[in-house]
């Protein structure tokens, strides 16, 4: 009995140092092995009768039937890729990081400067973007739209800014959407920026799920947020209340638009006979006007009075007037709105149908007003809808587009 089982613990110590999966490990480590369906329970004896440092040894007696299991024994092959070698550019890094080829020459087309990046610099941050649960996909997203990230120190406080933000946010998921909108807000000062800023909206009665919503559709919210006195006036003339869905669109366009943006787009609607009350009331019942350039305001603004012989006041009622794309929509149904009477069709796009059509889609206004008629008629209704929006605007080409940069 006692020589079959020194045979048999000569045979297992065999196996295992043929495989290589007999080591030394810490306390805390488990023993890597390999199983079988064949189960050898009992710890084996050595001659001078202690027990083998086995922890339930699993040990198959026939070598095609040994199956692979999961073990902590840190392998080559189970270690990330970033491990297995070390990267001698940048390019190889990105790669060793899960991006493919397009990703990574779609990194450095929008950042020349990594060519020249140090690696044991650059490293630790991208780590710190994969550890937040970004992939390689989204790595190329966060670069595109704010390259500077990868300059900045993101690492310094991290974890205090992280955890303050994901409770503010709600989740680590809406976090990572407000990070990929603008990966910057990893590199805001919690102290002098982010907590101060929170603050001063939470103080204007904006909190919890209306604030979530307004830095998430407004990236650069927390660094370009202040709220003067004028700005505070403006607010109030607004007329609108603390309860209404359209108070926190108002007091954050206002929050991180210049004053003096704010002051040359009521004088512009001043211009059409406005008064600057009536002007903050519109802003109030359509808060994004105040992100339309001067430019389009005025344009469309003419055409309602000019050529649809409209009362500037109108917008007040219909601000949808001043969004619409003027050489897409209003101008072409329009002039098919003109044709329509010149041939005695019906149904007329006149009065008040007039507003109806300009706020169709596409689909729905070609099936009213253009695809009800016979064929022939149609066609050259739908001939004279293209032609109109196929004119280009006066001296388009040689527009000079001058880039004041953000906010509006």
Not at 16 to 45: C, G, M, N
Not at 165 to 182: C, D, H, P, W, Y
Not at 324 to 342: S, T, W
Request: aromatic share 8%; charged share 25%.
């Amino acid at each position: 009995m006692a020589t079959f089982l020194t045979s048999r613990t000569r045979n297992v110590l065999s196996s295992f140092f043929s495989e290589r999966w007999f080591s030394v490990l810490a306390y805390q480590d488990h023993l890597a092995h390999k199983t079988s369906p064949l189960i050898v329970d009992d710890l084996v004896k050595t001659k001078d009768g202690s027990r083998a440092s086995f922890s339930t040894c699993a040990v198959s007696t026939h070598k095609s039937e040994v199956l692979d299991v999961p073990s902590s024994i840190p392998d080559e092959k189970y270690k990330p890729l970033q491990d297995q070698f070390s990267p001698k550019n940048c390019q190889d890094l990105f790669r060793a990081w899960g991006c493919t080829a397009d990703e990574t020459s779609q990194i450095f087309e929008r950042m020349p400067s990594l060519h020249k990046a140090k690696l044991d610099k650059l490293q630790p941050k991208l780590k710190i973007l994969f550890d937040l649960g970004f992939t390689s996909s989204d790595l190329v997203k966060i670069i595109s739209r704010r390259p500077r990230v990868l300059r900045s120190r993101i690492s310094h406080s991290l974890d205090e800014r992280v955890r303050y933000l994901e409770n503010l946010f709600g989740s680590k998921v809406t976090l990572q959407k407000a990070i990929l909108r603008n990966a910057s807000i990893l590199t805001y000062d919690l102290k002098t920026m982010i907590k101060p800023t929170v603050q001063l909206y939470k103080s204007m009665g904006i909190t919890g799920d209306d604030l979530t919503l307004m830095l998430l559709s407004r990236p650069t919210i927390i660094p370009r947020t202040s709220l003067s006195a004028e700005k505070l006036e403006y607010i109030r003339k607004t007329g609108i209340s603390k309860d209404s869905k359209m108070y926190k669109y108002v007091v954050t366009l206002m929050a991180i638009s210049r004053v003096e943006t704010i002051r040359e787009k009521i004088a512009n609607l001043e211009k059409f006979g406005f008064t600057e009350d009536e002007v903050l009331c519109l802003v109030g019942k359509s808060p994004l006007i105040l992100t339309l350039s001067v430019d389009k305001v005025q344009r469309n603004m003419t055409f309602v009075v000019a050529t649809m012989k409209l009362p500037a006041k109108v917008v007040l009622d219909r601000p949808f007037l001043v969004y619409n794309n003027l050489e897409l929509v209003m101008k072409p149904r329009v002039i098919v709105a003109g044709k329509i009477v010149d041939m005695g069709l019906v149904p007329r796009i006149e009065g008040l149908r007039m507003f109806t059509a300009l706020r169709m889609t596409e689909k729905r206004f070609m099936k009213a007003f253009i695809d009800c008629h016979p064929p022939e008629i149609a066609k050259e209704l739908k001939e004279c809808y293209i032609d109109a929006k196929h004119v280009k605007r006066l001296a388009e080409e040689s527009k000079k587009i001058f880039n004041k940069g953000f906010p509006f």
